[in-house]
Nanobody, 125 residues
Framework: QVQLVESGGGLVQAGGSLRLSCAAS????????MGWFRQAAGKEREFVAT????????YYADSVKGRFTISRDNAKNMVYLQMNSLKPEDTAIYYC??????????????????WGQGSQVTVSS
């Protein structure tokens, strides 16, 4: 059974930092693209960042560009999201996602086959 488990969320003040981790089990994702998405209360889930299998290509939502960094460790089957200069509007549940068959980075939800349960990030003003 494939599982993606996020950790590292929590409450932080505006301007602070958090690092989210996503641990994959049940299969290897070393040849597959991974991504992070988020969903704020009352809003649709939206793209945050994605990384291709080799870490050579990353894409970010305009709202987080320059503040967030996605990375991966294929040997550990892990993906990370370093979040700096956090703003109250970054408050959301953050989801890790993995593509089953494709190595190229992707920005849209339907392109992902596996999802974690989410990790709450709350940024206070």
């Amino acid at each position: 059974q494939v599982q993606l488990v996020e950790s590292g969320g929590g409450l932080v003040q505006a301007g602070g930092s958090l690092r989210l981790s996503c641990a994959a089990s049940g299969r290897t994702f070393s040849n597959n693209a991974m991504g992070w998405f988020r969903q704020a209360a009352g809003k649709e889930r939206e793209f945050v960042a994605t990384i291709n299998w080799s870490s050579s290509i990353t894409y970010y939502a305009d709202s987080v560009k320059g503040r967030f960094t996605i990375s991966r460790d294929n040997a550990k089957n892990m993906v990370y999201l370093q979040m700096n200069s956090l703003k109250p509007e970054d408050t959301a549940i953050y989801y890790c996602a993995g593509r089953a068959y494709y190595s190229n980075a992707a920005r849209s939800l339907p392109e992902y086959d596996y999802w974690g349960q989410g990790s709450q990030v709350t940024v206070s003003s």
